[in-house]
Nanobody, 124 residues
Framework: QVQLVESGGGLVQAGGSLRLSCAAS????????MGWFRQAPGKERDVVAA????????YYADSVKGRFTISRDNAKNTVYLQMNSLKPEDTAVYYC?????????????????WGQGTQVTVSS
């Protein structure tokens, strides 16, 4: 069982930056690949970025490549999402998720545990 708690969301102007954190409970954090997803009003939940359990492999959605960076600190049981050059279209609730296994996945149904989400709002 893994519990995930996101933090770091907020209101920022276009072009600004935010850093999301997701703290995981339990002693097996390093056994899980992690992902960040987002859901805007009226839209589906889509993958933003994902990272393997070792941190050696990452995935980014085309819409965030070059602007967002996913990382993890297994000693701190935490995964991060650094978001730079934010755009109004990045506005959404951001969720972190954990899946058992080594490899990244872009499919939400492959993730076993989810956080409660944190709101990110980018004003123009």
């Amino acid at each position: 069982q893994v519990q995930l708690v996101e933090s770091g969301g907020g209101l920022v102007q276009a072009g600004g930056s935010l850093r999301l954190s997701c703290a995981a409970s339990g002693r097996t954090f390093s056994s899980y690949a992690m992902g960040w997803f987002r859901q805007a009003p009226g839209k589906e939940r889509d993958v933003v970025a994902a990272i393997s359990r070792s941190g050696g492999s990452t995935y980014y959605a085309d819409s965030v490549k070059g602007r967002f960076t996913i990382s993890r600190d297994n000693a701190k049981n935490t995964v991060y999402l650094q978001m730079n050059s934010l755009k109004p279209e990045d506005t959404a609730v951001y969720y972190c998720a954990a899946r058992g296994g080594a490899y990244v996945s872009t499919e939400s149904y492959r993730y076993d545990y989810w956080g409660q989400g944190t709101q990110v709002t980018v004003s123009s």
